[in-house]
């Protein structure tokens, strides 16, 4: 079955920096957009970054300068680099990846998946 797995959440101050990691397992034949998104307490989930499986990169305008999102297609992972950050950065941080999946060439199946998310925590 397809994972996805998240990592590097935690506390940090304004100003600070964390790295967060999505790492893909299953039996994947190819992703196609992966991306990260957020919600806070109270709020709706929003798009922070996505990545198209060429690179091609896009950001909500909120984190747009000071976040990075970027992939490795060969270890299928997806990170996102996130400096500067600020309080209202609090939330859980999900990865999603669109991508095929199966057992067999011949029946293969092309789904979205979530991860369970990570907390990213800003205190001021």
């Known amino acids: 079955q397809v994972q996805l797995v998240e990592s590097g959440g935690g506390l940090v101050q304004a100003g600070g920096s964390l790295s967060l990691s999505c790492a893909a397992s299953?039996?994947?034949?190819?992703?196609?957009?992966m991306g990260w998104y957020r919600q806070a307490p109270g709020k709706q989930r929003e798009l922070v970054a996505t990545?198209?499986?060429?690179?091609?990169?896009n950001y909500a305008d909120s984190v747009k300068g000071r976040f990075t999102i970027s992939r490795d297609n060969a270890k299928k992972m997806a990170y996102l680099q996130m400096n500067n950050l600020k309080p209202e950065d609090t939330a859980v941080y999900y990865c999603?990846?669109?991508?095929?999946?199966?057992?067999?060439?011949?029946?293969?199946?092309?789904?979205?998946?979530w991860g369970r998310g990570t907390q990213v925590t800003v205190s001021s």
């Open positions: 999603n990846a669109d991508l095929s999946s199966g057992s067999a060439l011949l029946d293969l199946r092309r789904s979205e998946y």
């Open positions: 299953g039996n994947i034949f190819l992703i196609y957009d």
């Open positions: 990545i198209t499986r060429g690179g091609v990169t």
